[in-house]
Antibody
Framework: QVQLQQSGPGLVKPSQTLSLTCAIS??????????WNWIRQSPSGGLEWLGR?????????DYAISVKSRITINPDTSKNQFSLQLNSVTPEDTAVYYC??????????????WGQGTMVTVSS | QSALTQPPSASGSPGQSVTISCTGT?????????VSWYQQHPGKAPKLMIS???KRPSGVPDRFSGSKSGNTASLTVSGLQAEDEADYYC?????????FGTGTKITVL
C-alpha cells in the first residue's frame, strides 16, 4: 500500500530555512494520477495547506498565498520523494508539518494518504 | 484566502446524530464540488472521511455522510459511537489552492 515517510530536523533557528523530505513508497512522485502536498498544523490546532506539486506532461507547482514568497516544493524522481523548503522562518512557523497525497488525474483536494507528521520548532 | 468557518464544538449521545457545518464563499465551497472532510484523533494525522462533498472512501463507515447547499457543506455522523469523538476539519478547492476549515470537536456524551 502507499506510504509516505517524512524526515528532517525538528528544530530550526529563526531566519534560517526549514527543510523536510517526504519519501513515497507504493506510488510515484511523477504519477499522472496524484498530487503531492505539504500541510501544517499550528499548536493551536488549525490546518493550513502550504502547497503541492504534480506531473501532467510537465511539472506544476501551486503555493498558498501566505507563504508564496518563502516556499519551494521540489520533486526528486531519482529518489521518488518530494521536499519542502521554507525560508526565513519565524516562531510563527512552528507547527507539525505533514506531507499528503491527493489521488486522481484531477486535483480534488482529497488527501487520502498522510505522512506521520514532523514537529518543527523555530527557536534560537 | 480565509479559513472556512466551522462551529468550535458539537456533541451528542451514543446512537444519536450530529451534523456540523462548513461555511465558505462562492469562490470555494459554493463554487466547486471538491469539499472533503477529515477526522483527527489526538496525536494522529488526519484521516479522509468524505471527498467530493458526498463520497466515502473505502473503509469509512456509512454512518458518515456529506452534503452541500450553496456556500455551506455539512458532515453528518449518524449512530454516534465513542470512537467518533475527535476533531473534524473540512477542506475545499479554491481556484488552484486549498483552504481548510477552522475545525470542530465532536464530543460523545
Amino acid at each position: 500500500q502507499v506510504q509516505l515517510q517524512q524526515s528532517g530536523p525538528g528544530l530550526v533557528k529563526p531566519s534560517q530555512t526549514l527543510s523536510l523530505t517526504c519519501a513515497i513508497s507504493g506510488d510515484s512522485v511523477s504519477s499522472n494520477s496524484a498530487a503531492w502536498n505539504w500541510i501544517r498544523q499550528s499548536p493551536s490546532g488549525g490546518l493550513e495547506w502550504l502547497g503541492r506539486t504534480y506531473y501532467r506532461s510537465r511539472w506544476y507547482f501551486d503555493y498558498a498565498i501566505s507563504v508564496k514568497s518563502r516556499i519551494t516544493i521540489n520533486p526528486d524522481t531519482s529518489k521518488n520523494q518530494f521536499s519542502l523548503q521554507l525560508n526565513s522562518v519565524t516562531p510563527e512557523d512552528t507547527a507539525v508539518y505533514y506531507c499528503a497525497r491527493d489521488p486522481g488525474v484531477v486535483v480534488k483536494i482529497a488527501f487520502d494518504i498522510w505522512g506521520q507528521g514532523t514537529m518543527v520548532t523555530v527557536s534560537s | 484566502q480565509s479559513a472556512l468557518t466551522q462551529p468550535p464544538s458539537a456533541s451528542g449521545s451514543p446512537g444519536q446524530s450530529v451534523t456540523i457545518s462548513c461555511t465558505g464563499t462562492s469562490s470555494d465551497v459554493g463554487g466547486h464540488n471538491y469539499v472533503s472532510w477529515y477526522q483527527q484523533h489526538p496525536g494522529k494525522a488526519p484521516k479522509l472521511m468524505i471527498s467530493e462533498v458526498t463520497k466515502r472512501p473505502s473503509g469509512v463507515p456509512d454512518r458518515f455522510s456529506g452534503s452541500k447547499s450553496g456556500n455551506t457543506a455539512s458532515l453528518t455522523v449518524s449512530g454516534l459511537q465513542a470512537e467518533d469523538e475527535a476533531d473534524y476539519y473540512c477542506s475545499s478547492y479554491a481556484g488552484s489552492i486549498c483552504v481548510f476549515g477552522t475545525g470542530t470537536k465532536i464530543t460523545v456524551l
